[in-house]
């Protein structure tokens, strides 16, 4: 994985993009304005910068000219801005940046660019298996995949446990195959509760409860069940699952999953 310095004066975007990025792997170093920019280029001499035009000291193309001159420009560079036109595009490319992102950046635009940008300097980073190849004329539009099945199937899963439940004398259903679960040994679990050791595909309910409730606890389950699979990767889940990851972001939040559990940092 590689270091990306990431040069925004929007503490929100700042933020936004160090938490994608830090969850596909990356360490990620923020700086608001042009002087930090400097300071942390000198530190810690990243793989890759992400760096915003409009900023209150010194804009990031003046910044771009200044690494190139000097030279300093020995990393990629994809520019940033809301504001910009075709022509700020093109004079941030005569000047050695890579790509152009647009704000609002959609999830999919910001990592096949990061991803491609990163390729382009196989020799000094190694690319993550199965990384897409670069592209002559670097292209960072990319469509969004649309909000899925994967919950229209958590849903309706849900449903049928609640169902299920009614004709239960202990008021308990099971998912997938109780049964087969109890056999595992250890791998059923109440209340939707993903156990700390080890993954459990098929686990048990409690479903005398509201059928909100019901749902909550089964796809906080689903969900977490997903994530410990894959290693904390929220790409291969939301590929996994069917959303899209600005959906995917707001649900995990909304369910109370902990997105720190199975980060790929820790340990892998």
Partial sequence: MATILVVDDELG?????????????????LAE???????????????LVLLDIWMPDVDGVTLLKEWGSTGQLTMPVIMMS???????????TKFGAIAFLEKPITLQ??????????????????????????APGLSVGAAVMS?????EASSAMAGAAVGMGAHGASGLGMVGGGMQAAAMGGANVLNGSLPASGLASEQLFELD?????ARDAFEKSYFEFHLAKECGSMTRVAEKTGLERTHLYRKLKQLGVDLSRNKRGGGL
């Fill in 147 to 151: 909000y899925g099945r994967g919950a």
């Fill in 209 to 213: 409860r509201p059928l909100r409730e």
């Fill in 82 to 92: 809301g504001h910009g036109t075709i022509d700020t595009a093109v004079e941030a």
């Fill in 109 to 134: 635009k910001l990592l096949r660019a990061v991803e491609q940008a990163l390729v382009k300097t196989a020799p000094r980073t190694v690319a993550p298996a199965g990384a897409l190849g670069a």
């Fill in 33 to 47: 304005n042009a002087a930090q920019a400097r300071a942390s280029r000198e530190r810690m001499r990243p793989d």
């Fill in 13 to 29: 975007i700042r933020a936004l993009l160090s938490e994608i990025l830090t969850d596909e792997g990356h360490t990620i170093e």
